[in-house]
Every structure is written in C-alpha cells, then in structure tokens.
C-alpha cells in the first residue's frame, strides 16, 4: 500500500542536524613602557606578549577548577636576549632577571578595577629605578609561590602567566633611570 499525500492535506518536516559552533577567546595583554631620565620622559613605546602555557593552565584552573587564585602579582624585567617560548615557566623561565634596580623587591602588579574586559595597572605603574646601567629586553608578570617578590627568584614555586620582549631587541638603562610598567590583561571572545 502506497501512503498518497492529497492536495488537502498539510505536510509537515524538520531536518536536525548537530550544531557545529567554533569559538575562540582570545587572552593577552598590552605592555605600555617609559623611560624616566633626570625627571623627563625620554622614551615610551607599547609592546605584546606571549602568554605561557603555564600561565594559561593556572587561568583555566583558577577560573574554572579548585585552584587558588593567586591575589599578588609582580612585574620581574630581564636582562638578556630571551625569545619567549610557550614552554617557559616560573622555574625554568629562559631569561635572566635583572636586579640592579633600587627597589628592594620586585614592583607589584597593582591592578584596578575590570573594565571592559581589561585588567590594568595604570593608575599604579610598576617602577623600577636602575642603580648601574643596564640593557633591558622585556619583562613577565610573576605572581604566587613562597617568593615572588624576591628579585631573581626561580625555586619560590610561582606561576609565570606571560612575557614581553622588546620588538626593538633592548633599551639601554642608565644609572638611576626609571623604567615604568603598565600592563593591561585584556579577554576577548574572537
């Protein structure tokens, strides 16, 4: 027996097929610089970064699992010609700290207010004031463990979220210069 559909009759048909959705976030931060000497800007420049696998899982971790969320935060600069790599760590972080600045520890991270999706330090710059001459070639956002705000520590047990390195290569630093740091940590659905 053949089903026939009469021209009085109404038809009705749903096609379902799996949604298939991408999307994307995109996490990172701007890195604005200047450069102080005797009182007067000498220098300013804006720089991207690289966030670190490490730094990545803590986020997912701490936004979305039972790891503690780390409160502090710390700007550490580097002296050395260091190509940041995804597979940099607060342990392992491929480049060497600089510590001949006056500051006794590193300069905290002191963040504001959300905005827009943005995280910044504007209104508290982090300050490092070089007490001998040096040749900077980025910095990283430390933060959590036993010591991160002790220059140069690496066995403290933190967390390295990101690095910036100069697109210039350096920036030379004279004795009692002053290089401030604003970082904005910014998310965004891409």
Not at 54 to 63: M, P, Q, S, V
Request: aromatic residues 10%.
């Amino acid at each position: 027996m053949k089903n026939k559909v009469a021209a009085k009759d109404i038809a009705d048909a749903t096609v379902e097929r799996g949604a298939c959705a991408v999307e994307k976030a995109l996490i990172g931060s701007l890195w604005s610089w200047e450069q102080w000497r005797d009182g007067k800007l000498i220098d300013s420049w804006v720089e991207r970064n690289l966030c670190v696998n490490e730094g990545l899982t803590y986020l997912l971790g701490a936004g979305f699992s039972a790891v503690t969320a780390i409160s502090a935060w710390y700007v550490a600069v580097y002296d050395n010609n260091h190509t940041p790599a995804s597979n940099n760590t607060y342990a392992t972080p491929g480049f060497t700290e600089a510590t001949n600045f006056s500051e006794a520890t590193r300069p905290a991270w002191t963040k504001g207010s959300i905005t827009s999706r943005t995280l910044t330090n504007s209104a508290n710059k982090a300050s490092f004031t070089f007490s001998s001459a040096a040749t900077i070639y980025g910095a990283a956002l430390v933060g959590g463990g036993t010591a991160a705000t002790t220059k140069g520590n690496t066995a403290g047990g933190g967390k390295l979220f990101n690095i910036s390195a100069f697109s210039s290569g350096s920036k030379g630093m004279a004795s009692s210069d002053t290089l401030k740091v604003t970082v904005a940590l910014t998310v965004q659905d891409v």
